[in-house]
C-alpha cells in the first residue's frame, strides 16, 4: 500500500527554469513539423504581404516545393491576382487607350508566358479536365467579343497574341489526346466554329471583319507561337480536319493568303502578279510553308491531300494567274511540285502543263534561279508519258504557249506590259537555250 496516497496532492518541487526550457523545445518541434515551418508561426495577412514582393517566377517555384505552398499561393492570388484589369485593358486597342507601343510589346507577351509557367506548376498534379477551366477562364477575361467597345484594330491587338503564349506555356509537354481535348475546349468556349462555318458558307469577302477575326484567333492562339515544325503541323492540322476538302483549301487561304490592312485579298493572285521577290513572299510565302509543313505530317495527311488541296486553292474564289501557281510551287518545293505535275500528266491536263512550264521559266528568270529546275520538273514529266507523240505535244504546246503569251502582252501598251515582256522573251530564249544544250549535247562536248 502506497501511503502517498492517503497524503493531500501536492506538486512535486521543480526548476522553472527546466519547465520552461521543455516548453521551448515542444514549441521549436511543434514549429519545425509544421507544413510551412517558421513560415507557418507567421499571422496569414503577413504571409501575404511577405509573397506581394515576389515575382511571378518565385510564386511558380513556390507552389511546386509543397503542397501547403501551393495552396497558400493560389490563396494569395485569388485576392491578389496576376491579371488585373488595367493591363488587359492595355492589351485592347479602343478608343481611350493607345496601343502599346512595339518596344513594350514583348514585355506583356513574356508577362503571360511567366503566367502560363505559374498556372503549369500550380496545377501540375490537377486533371485535364480541372486546368482547361484556368486556360479558359483567362481566355474569357481577354476576347475582344466579351468587352463593352469592341477592338478598333485588330491587327494591333495584343490580347489573343498573349493567350497565344499563355496557353502554349501551360501546355508544352501535353500529350496529343490532351492537346485536341484543349482545342475543343477552347472551340466551344467561343463562336468560333460557328463563325467559321458562317465564313466558309458566304462568299468570299462577304465578312470582311469576321474574316480578320478568325484569321487572326487561329493564328496567335494556335499556330504563330509553336516552338516546332512538327507542333505546328498539328495544330493547323486540328484547325483544318474539321471541314470538307473544299473548305480546307478556302481556310488555308484565309489564314495565310496576301493581307491588304483589314481585308483578306481573295482575287489578288488571280488578278496580278507580284512585283518583288518581297511581295512574292509576302503573298505567297505563307502558303507555301504551309503546305510543307502539312506535307511532312505524314500521320494524317497524304501526298494525295495536298495535291488535292493546292487544286481547290488555286482555283478558289477564282482560277489563279499561271505565274502565281508556279511561284506557289517553286516555293513549296521539288517534290510536291513534281507529284502535281504528274497528276497533271498522267490526267492528260498537257494544256495546263504547258501553262506551268512557261511560267516556271518566267519566274526563275524573274527571281534569278536556274533553269535546270525547269528541266529537271519537266525530265519527271516526261517519265509519266510514254508515248513519243504525246512527248512532242508536250513540247511543242511549251513553244505555243510562249507565243501565246507574247503576243497576249504586246497587245498591252501600259508600261508594265514592257516589264512582262522583256521577262517572257527572257525566259524563251533562256528555255531554248537550255533545250538546245541538251538536244546537242554529244556535239558540243
Request: some cysteine; overall charge neutral.
Amino acid at each position: 500500500m502506497d501511503i502517498t496516497h492517503y497524503m493531500p496532492c501536492k506538486k512535486p518541487r521543480r526548476s522553472t527554469r527546466l519547465e520552461f526550457k521543455e516548453k521551448e523545445e515542444l514549441k521549436e518541434k511543434s514549429i519545425q513539423n509544421a507544413r510551412l515551418g517558421f513560415f507557418d508561426v507567421l499571422p496569414i495577412e503577413l504571409k501575404f504581404f511577405i509573397l506581394k514582393y515576389m515575382t511571378v517566377e518565385d510564386l511558380s517555384l513556390l507552389t511546386i516545393t509543397s503542397k501547403a505552398f501551393r495552396n497558400l499561393v493560389e490563396g494569395y492570388l485569388a485576392l491578389n491576382p496576376v491579371l488585373k484589369k488595367e493591363v488587359i485593358d492595355r492589351l485592347h486597342v479602343q478608343s481611350k487607350y493607345l496601343p502599346v507601343p512595339v518596344c513594350k510589346q514583348s514585355d506583356f507577351v513574356m508577362l503571360f508566358s511567366r503566367l502560363g509557367l505559374l498556372v503549369k506548376r500550380s496545377t501540375c498534379l490537377y486533371s485535364t479536365k480541372d486546368r482547361l477551366k484556368f486556360i479558359n477562364e483567362v481566355l474569357i477575361k481577354l476576347l475582344c467579343c466579351n468587352r463593352t467597345e469592341s477592338c478598333e484594330d485588330l491587327n494591333k491587338c495584343l490580347a489573343m497574341t498573349c493567350f497565344g503564349k499563355f496557353l502554349h506555356t501551360v501546355i508544352a509537354g501535353w500529350d496529343d489526346c490532351e492537346c485536341v481535348r484543349t482545342f475543343e475546349s477552347i472551340c466551344s468556349h467561343t463562336s468560333l466554329m460557328k463563325n467559321v462555318e458562317l465564313v466558309l458558307r458566304a462568299k468570299s469577302g462577304g465578312h470582311a471583319r469576321l474574316e480578320l477575326e478568325i484569321r487572326c484567333f487561329y493564328r496567335r492562339v494556335f499556330l504563330d507561337h509553336c516552338g516546332s515544325l512538327q507542333d505546328r503541323a498539328f495544330w493547323l492540322t486540328r484547325v483544318l480536319k474539321p471541314w470538307p476538302l473544299v473548305y480546307q483549301a478556302r481556310l488555308l487561304f484565309l489564314l495565310y493568303g496576301p493581307l491588304l490592312g483589314d481585308e483578306i485579298l481573295w482575287c489578288e493572285l488571280s488578278e496580278n502578279t507580284p512585283v518583288s521577290a518581297a511581295q512574292s513572299s509576302q503573298h505567297i510565302g505563307g502558303l507555301a510553308s504551309a503546305l510543307q509543313i502539312l506535307h511532312h505530317y505524314k500521320q494524317e495527311w497524304s501526298e494525295d491531300d495536298i495535291i488535292s488541296i493546292i487544286d481547290e486553292l488555286t482555283s478558289s474564289p477564282e482560277e489563279w494567274l499561271a505565274e502565281n501557281m508556279a511561284h506557289l510551287l517553286i516555293l513549296c518545293g521539288d517534290v510536291i511540285t513534281s507529284k502535281l505535275l504528274i497528276s497533271k500528266a498522267i490526267n492528260g491536263r498537257m494544256l495546263e502543263l504547258s501553262s506551268l512550264t512557261t511560267s516556271f521559266c518566267v519566274v526563275c528568270v524573274k527571281n534569278s534561279l536556274n533553269l535546270n529546275y525547269v528541266i529537271t520538273m519537266i525530265r519527271h514529266v516526261l517519265t509519266v508519258i510514254d508515248s513519243v507523240k504525246d512527248r512532242q505535244t508536250f513540247f511543242s504546246s511549251i513553244m505555243d504557249m510562249f507565243k501565246e503569251l507574247i503576243i497576249d502582252i504586246h497587245e498591252f501598251e501600259e508600261e508594265q506590259a514592257n516589264d512582262d515582256m522583256f521577262y517572257m522573251i527572257t525566259a524563251l530564249v533562256e528555255f531554248t537555250k537550255k533545250i538546245i544544250n541538251l538536244a546537242f549535247k554529244d556535239s558540243l562536248s
